[in-house]
């Protein structure tokens, strides 16, 4: 009886276990390896924008806030090597600055008017803003031509190393 309850047991196993085979296609979510999810981002002019149109393109997504200095930090300095740089990369700035003016405002004293920035309009009570856990601080995506995420919370020296 031993024996049958083992081999129950084995087949059993076997059968549970062959539901979790991956598929070659990545998950979609927020990490690398993941296929980022298709956000719609509203520049200050109204005009919408879907991750999706930028396939086929290197993206780097950057959410800040002026009023978070880190992010805004390295807002600046991604954008900024990236021109120094010529790199290959579309640079997406995303703000969750609720005020247009602030953000305005923000982007001239940081010298970046000319650059595509997006603002999530309901700043910290948008479903984007919730979804990313951003409550936990902001983060950027380095984005590959197919969707998938490559990295997260990159720095300059990451780019270096990865462009």
């Avoid at 956000?39 to 109204?46: A, F, K, M, Q, W």
């Amino acid at each position: 009886m031993k024996y049958v309850n083992f081999c129950l047991a084995a087949i059993l196993s076997l059968a549970l276990s062959s539901g979790s085979v991956k598929s070659d296609l990545p998950s979609i979510g927020y990490h690398p390896g993941e296929t980022i999810p298709d956000i719609v981002l509203t520049d200050s002019e109204g005009e919408r924008l879907a991750l999706h149109e930028l396939k086929g393109k290197k993206v780097l997504l950057n959410f800040w806030a002026s009023y978070d200095a880190q992010s805004r930090a390295a807002n600046v300095q991604l954008y900024n090597f990236l021109s120094r740089n010529n790199a290959d990369v579309t640079f997406i700035s995303v703000s969750f600055d609720e005020n247009p003016n602030v953000l305005e405002r923000t982007l001239a004293m940081d010298h970046l008017e000319m650059i595509s920035c997006y603002r999530e309009t309901n700043g910290t009570d948008s479903d984007l803003y919730q979804d990313l856990r951003f409550n936990k601080g902001f983060r950027s995506y380095l984005i590959d031509e197919q969707g998938v995420i490559t990295a997260m919370n990159i720095d300059t020296g990451d780019l270096q190393e990865l462009l």
